[in-house]
């Protein structure tokens, strides 16, 4: 196995830390490359126009040491007036020009760049939408939503003003090359000589600058990454005291990503401060050479025009120098998101995938088995069916594979062994959305969107009126709480329900999911946060959701599921006893023992 090919293995399992730097190519991808054109073609209505334009705003400002060289040359010596006149006007014009198609070209980038940036973000964005939960859960995210944000908006000006920069300087190039031999073909062939020293410097700092820029990209995805883990920690932090060792890992993480950029600054400044040097030594010859060595050839109206076009000359070469830093810092971070819209989708609909009708309710698990990794199983050879109308409880200790059963059910990961039915279908074989618009489910973590009560009640239905949201958290035991906020259901509240109990949150979440009018219901620990007396309210709006829906429960309060159709205890990955409540604690097994250390 190759050294690179071990050191991406090694970064792959290590990727979940917020300090592990995360593999890249140390050569530029030519796939990449080809998806970056791609954009560009879907924005060369704009860029063609500002191209075009830059085209006639950088004529217009050649042709003007023409002028300069006529009058220096004929104006003045002969004492015409009326030429000088003539070549000053011609002059403004050339440069008023020249600024008026550059503004216009500015604009026309700027619309282009806006484009190609909206087309990355909303396909990462839309990507980011199908991938499954084992993608977040490898690595943190942090170091994902630096990929949406920072990096699109830093390879903006790098695709959409450094492409046309680019042909712009090239072209630019050209021009000068082809108006100095006009000039003075001896002193346009001085002028040229710099390039081959610059364009071996170039070569040989190409592989050092990309590597440095990647270096910056990897130590600031790991301080993101920490910073965000860090205020979603802010309450453990603050109660277990942890702030001087928060400091002491931010500054640890600072530090790094400061080293790494200044060393890619000062690689980057190599690259300018060496095409200055060169510049400027080329610029100094071509004087030496006018004024010495071409007296008889040269007038001084042409050296003095020479020398306008050699600086003109070296002017896009410095240019293109800052354009090639820009580049090549801009593909540390595409090589990012490109990397993450190349992520496999592995939950999506197979080929030819049938629409669910209208569910009724029938599961049938047989003979599942599942593995989060390959090798340890979570899930062993599992065998159940539920009715329509039936509710199915799970339970058993923590890790046995209960939560990982409704996950199966809701796809949410691919079934390796074995099938899971619904109406007789296999889940695998229809399309996501016909399963899971047909499914309410809610997870453990009761997660709220910034808005209001409403908003995020209306989550779950997003048609659904006042008047529904209304009934339904009466349904679940809600509108007593809400009613009381400052402004009832219009109350706004902040991510993750900032503002409002845990219990209350859950109850919010518990409506979202109610107002959806499920087919099959999945509640995982949907009463943990509740007091006692909150509980009460939400059986009865269970139990009124339950009636025709086939209902899966997975909870360690036991109150909670003592009304079940059916009850089954899960350990390690295995159903070792099922029934109603009243047949497990005749039984005297794993439940009743479950019972009576929880009940005594």
Not at 12 to 37: G, H, I, M, T, W
Not at 136 to 156: A, C, E, L, T
Not at 315 to 322: E, V
Not at 372 to 398: E, M, R
Request: hydrophobic share 45%; net charge positive.
């Amino acid at each position: 196995m190759s050294w690179r090919k071990k050191r991406h293995q090694k970064t792959a399992k290590e990727r979940n830390r917020y300090d592990a730097d995360e593999y890249l190519d140390e050569k530029v991808s030519l796939f990449n490359v080809k998806r970056v054109l791609g954009y560009l073609i879907k924005a060369q209505g704009p860029l063609k126009l500002s191209l075009f334009f830059s085209i006639l705003a950088s004529l217009a400002s050649l042709v003007g040491p023409l002028f300069i060289k006529r009058a220096l040359d004929e104006a003045v010596p002969n004492k015409d007036i009326r030429l000088l006149l003539i070549m000053a006007l011609f002059l403004t014009a050339s440069i008023i020009v020249s600024i008026a198609l550059g503004a216009i070209r500015n604009i026309l980038v700027a619309r282009a760049g806006a484009g190609i940036i909206h087309d990355i973000r909303y396909d990462l964005f839309s990507h980011l939408q199908k991938l499954s939960f084992n993608f977040f859960d490898s690595r943190p995210h942090g170091k994902i939503f630096v990929r949406v944000v920072p990096y699109v908006n830093s390879v903006s000006d790098a695709l959409s003003n450094g492409i046309i920069n680019f042909i712009i300087e090239v072209l630019n190039i050209i021009f000068i090359i082809f108006f100095m031999y006009q000039v003075s073909p001896q002193l346009a062939t001085v002028t040229i000589l710099g390039l081959p020293i610059f364009a071996l410097f170039i070569w040989i700092i190409k592989p050092a600058q990309r590597k440095a820029w990647q270096d910056v990209s990897n130590k600031g995805a790991n301080l993101n990454a920490y910073v965000q883990e860090s205020i979603d920690g802010v309450k453990v932090t603050q109660a277990f005291d942890r702030q001087e060792k928060n400091l002491g890992i931010i500054d640890k993480l600072t530090n790094e990503r400061n080293k790494v950029w200044m060393k890619a600054i000062y690689i980057s400044n190599t690259v300018w401060f060496s095409t200055e040097t060169i510049s400027q030594l080329v610029f100094s010859f071509v004087y030496i050479m006018g004024v010495y060595w071409m007296v008889p050839m040269a007038s001084f109206g042409m050296i003095l025009v020479m020398g306008n076009y050699t600086w003109r000359f070296w002017q896009p070469i410095i240019n293109l120098a800052n354009i090639y830093n820009t580049f090549i810092t801009a593909m540390a971070y595409l090589d990012r998101i490109f990397d993450t819209i190349a992520e496999p989708v592995t939950i999506k609909d197979i080929p030819n995938a049938s629409e669910f009708p209208f569910v009724r309710g029938h599961i049938e698990f047989k003979n599942v088995s599942f593995s989060y990794d390959g090798k340890h199983k979570v899930l062993n050879n599992i065998n159940f069916d539920a009715h329509p109308g039936q509710s199915i409880a799970i339970v058993g200790p923590t890790g046995a594979g209960k939560t990982t059963i409704v996950n199966l059910l809701s796809r949410f990961y691919n079934i390796e062994e074995g099938q899971v039915l619904v109406d007789g279908q296999d889940i695998m074989k229809v399309t996501l959305h016909s399963l899971r618009s047909q499914m309410g489910i809610m997870l453990q973590d009761s997660f709220l969107f910034t808005g209001t009560i409403a908003d995020n009640i209306r989550y779950g239905k997003l048609n659904a009126t006042d008047e529904e949201i209304k009934a339904a958290a009466q349904l679940i035991g809600a509108h007593q709480f809400i009613e009381k906020l400052p402004q009832g259901y219009d109350t706004p509240i902040t991510e993750r329900g900032g503002g409002i109990s845990a219990g209350e949150r859950q109850l919010l979440a518990f409506t979202r999911t109610l107002i959806s009018n499920p087919r099959i219901l999945i509640l995982d620990e949907a009463t943990s946060s509740i007091d006692t007396g909150t509980e009460q309210l939400v059986q009865e709006g269970i139990k009124a959701l339950m009636k025709g829906r086939t209902s899966f429960i997975i909870a360690h309060r036991l109150s909670t599921i003592r009304g079940c159709t059916k009850i089954m205890f899960i350990s390690d990955g295995e159903i070792v006893e099922s029934g109603t409540h009243e047949e497990l604690m005749a039984l005297k097994g794993r439940y009743y023992e479950l019972c009576l250390a929880q009940y005594g």
